[in-house]
Antibody, heavy 120, light 107 residues
Framework: EVQLVESGGGLVQPGGSLRLSCAAS????????MHWVRQAPGKGLVWVSR????????SYADSVKGRFTISRDNAKNTLYLQMNSLRAEDTAVFYC?????????????WGQGTMVTVSS | EIVLTQSPGTLSLSPGERATLSCRAR???????LVWYQQKPGQAPRLLIY???NRATGIPDRFSGSGSGTDFTLTIRRLEPEDFAVYYC????????FGPGTKVDIK
């Protein structure tokens, strides 16, 4: 079964750090570009970051640039999001998603999400 | 900067009725990269339509997408109980953008 499973969310104080993981299974992880998308409580979807298949190219939303770092370990079939200098407005469910080049780059597989709460 | 708007914000319909959801871009976008997702409460988004009009695997044919340029439409031909959800359009690009969503709820 093709699957993405996020972990690493939790409660963190403003200014703190957290690392999210997304474990992939059921497909050749190393051949896919991957993304992180977040959703604040009761709000819509917001793209956060992307990484290409070998990890050599990344991009970020302006709201997280300089604070978040996306990376991947293809040997472990795992995607990461290192989040530093967290702010209250970063509170959200974070989803990892697979980009399907054969579907005009739609996000065809999503994880179940992991909740990040930034609060003192 | 591409901005997507969706209308209406909420659509109240009964099962069996037809739903027409709009996604409008501030500037012309490629229809190849216009995507629709469905999200139910407490669940991750699910891919419905890619390339503005292609149904994803397993999506019933009551769902259809159309449009070009700045105006795109998701149509649900006859609403089933499981179709009541929030629908997002998305434009793929250097910074993928999502619309704010349309909630389809039961009248």
């Amino acid at each position: 079964e093709v699957q993405l499973v996020e972990s690493g969310g939790g409660l963190v104080q403003p200014g703190g750090s957290l690392r999210l993981s997304c474990a992939a299974s059921g497909f050749t992880f190393s051949t896919y570009w991957m993304h992180w998308v977040r959703q604040a409580p009761g709000k819509g979807l917001v793209w956060v970051s992307r990484i290409n298949s070998d990890g050599s190219s990344t991009s970020y939303a302006d709201s997280v640039k300089g604070r978040f770092t996306i990376s991947r370990d293809n040997a472990k079939n795992t995607l990461y999001l290192q989040m530093n200098s967290l702010r209250a407005e970063d509170t959200a469910v974070f989803y990892c998603a697979r980009e399907a080049a054969d579907l005009f780059y739609a996000f065809d597989i999503w994880g179940q999400g992991t909740m990040v709460t930034v609060s003192s | 900067e591409i901005v997507l708007t969706q209308s209406p914000g909420t659509l109240s319909l009964s099962p069996g009725e037809r739903a027409t959801l709009s996604c409008r871009a501030r500037q012309s976008v490629s229809s190849s990269y216009l995507v629709w997702y469905q999200q139910k409460p407490g669940q991750a988004p699910r891919l419905l339509i890619y390339g503005s009009s292609n149904r994803a695997t397993g999506i019933p044919d009551r769902f259809s997408g159309s449009g070009s340029g700045t105006d795109f439409t998701l149509t649900i031909r006859r609403l089933e109980p499981e179709d009541f959800a929030v629908y997002y359009c998305q434009q793929y690009g250097s910074s993928p953008i999502f619309g704010p969503g349309t909630k389809v709820d039961i009248k």
